[in-house]
């Protein structure tokens, strides 16, 4: 599971580790970006996946940023934006296709506490199967047309 308690020296030199080399960047790797030894990296985290998760956990909570500063007022036009902005995040994209243990969940709990009430646990899970389903098999529907889709599913409440 993603921990926030992972350092931001770390969770940077990951990062740039994964943008470089995608998910196959190693411990080694990231301890190499971050100028340390491959046992101070470990000190700090368990495993790779727990630096997965923390990158993607720091990207998730950015795109959900950036999601509220483009205006995104409803759960239809939340998906819109997932659908055009994650394909431009290689390492979002790459983790959403092979992901570790944890990284669904953590995907679920931003989702949930992001949308807050607007719907139930089950529309969020439906929503975010929703987005990874158009963004691993793309659609050919228009932005008008992929809103009024997730508005008929969600009963236009959101």
Not at 50 to 71: I, T
Not at 87 to 95: A, D, I, T, W
């Amino acid at each position: 599971m993603y921990h926030r308690r992972v350092k931001p020296l770390l969770v940077d030199a990951a990062a740039a580790a994964f943008e470089r080399l995608g998910l196959r960047a190693t411990i080694d790797d990231v301890a190499r970006e971050a100028g340390v030894s491959r046992a101070t990296v470990y000190r700090h985290v368990r495993d790779r996946d727990e630096l997965v998760l923390a990158v993607f956990g720091r990207e998730a909570d950015r795109l959900l940023e950036r999601m509220r500063a483009a205006g995104a007022h409803s759960i239809a036009d939340g998906v819109v934006f997932a659908v055009h902005a994650v394909p431009s995040q290689p390492f979002l994209l790459e983790v959403m296709r092979n992901p570790p243990a944890g990284a669904w969940q953590l995907c679920v709990d931003r989702a949930r506490a992001s949308m807050g009430d607007r719907l139930d646990p089950d529309e969020v899970e439906w929503v975010l199967r929703a987005v990874l389903s158009l963004l691993l098999l793309p659609s050919d529907r228009s932005d008008d047309d992929l809103r009024a889709f997730v508005d008929r599913f969600l009963g236009v409440r959101a």
